[in-house]
């Protein structure tokens, strides 16, 4: 496993993580033993930056997670949350003061740590801005003052959402999901800003939250069909040449230095196996450039998230 420096925190992240999201049977049920094997297994293989949040199941990842904790050195691992996401509905945003520094108290509790590394404001294109950069954040500061958490992020789908919230208020790290991916590169252009602010960059979502993959996207995915359908065509392309498209989706994600860490998630250990196995593994040049022409159509389709003023 390689490790990289997460922008101007100093914490060297593997380049490869964890992302609990599926802890949460978000994608499907899930067993709870072999949830906590999947980290396990993850960290043993030198995975150390674990992210998840107390939206993912309604808190059963972080309860999942903080299972699996209890086993694990706190040394061994990088632990980001996150605040101000509830739910599914615009009315589960909450972004105030009051109940972020709560929701960060509670997250603590549910996953028995003292602390956590970074805690960032979840899919900040739900709330106003200028609430996220007038009150949430300075919360969150005061909490990194009380030592409850070392760093700040914010997290979100829409790129322009992100960059005004890096370039108004000093921030530690962003998450970026479904931008640097086989069929959207999004993210890609707008590092030259992130970096010039010194904030740490976060690539999520490497199978495109499953449209990369041959189960396919879940139903609830909001990406356009043709987006599904040209993903669907290329993993069946990868399949027909003897490959496997989840393979060289974790691998492409990989290829751009400048992004510290891609968290990838699942709740089987196997597959989280042969994710860390494929990092190390060099990329199939020739079935990148013919998977990169089938998704060409697609390149950077994306969807509304949030308020449209945020988009
Ligand atoms: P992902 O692209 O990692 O895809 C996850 C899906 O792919 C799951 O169904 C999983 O079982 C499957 N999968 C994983 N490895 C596989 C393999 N080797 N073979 C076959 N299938 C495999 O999407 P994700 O889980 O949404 O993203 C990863 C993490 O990033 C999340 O858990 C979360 O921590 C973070 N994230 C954050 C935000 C945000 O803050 N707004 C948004 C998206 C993701």
Known sequence: MRYRVLGHTGLKVSTLSFGASSL??????????????????????GINFIDVSPFYGLTQAETVLGKA?????????????????????????????????????????RM???????IQAHDIEFGSLEEVIGETIPALRKLQKAGKVRFVGVTGLPLAALRTVVEATPIDAILSYCHFELNDTALADMIPVFTKHRVGIINASPLGMGLLSNRGA??????????KEMCARAAVHCRVR??????????????NPDIATTLVGSA??????????????????????????ILKPVH????????????
């Not at 899930?30 to 993850?42: K, L, T």
């Open 69 to 109: 904790l209890k086993t694990i050195g706190r040394e061994k691992y990088i632990l980001a949350t996150k605040v101000g996401r509830y739910g599914q509905e615009m009315k589960d945003f909450d972004f105030s003061a009051s109940r972020v520094t709560a929701s960060v108290e509670e997250s603590l509790k």
């Open 268 to 293: 089987n250990p196997k597959n989280m196996e042969r994710n860390i196995a494929w990092a190390e593994e060099p990329i199939d040049q020739a079935l990148l450039a013919e998977v990169l022409a």
């Open 24 to 45: 949460g049977g978000v994608f499907r049920e899930v067993d709870e033993a072999q949830s906590i094997r999947a980290v396990h297994i993850s960290v043993e293989r």
């Open 112 to 118: 028995g740590v003292e602390h956590v590394d970074l």
């Open 300 to 311: 950077n389709v994306t969807w509304p998230s949030g308020r449209g003023e945020n988009n």
């Open 218 to 227: 879940p139903v609830w995915h909001p990406a356009p069909e043709e987006v």
């Open 242 to 255: 003897g490959a496997s498209v989840e393979k060289l989706a974790v691998q492409y994600s990989l290829t």
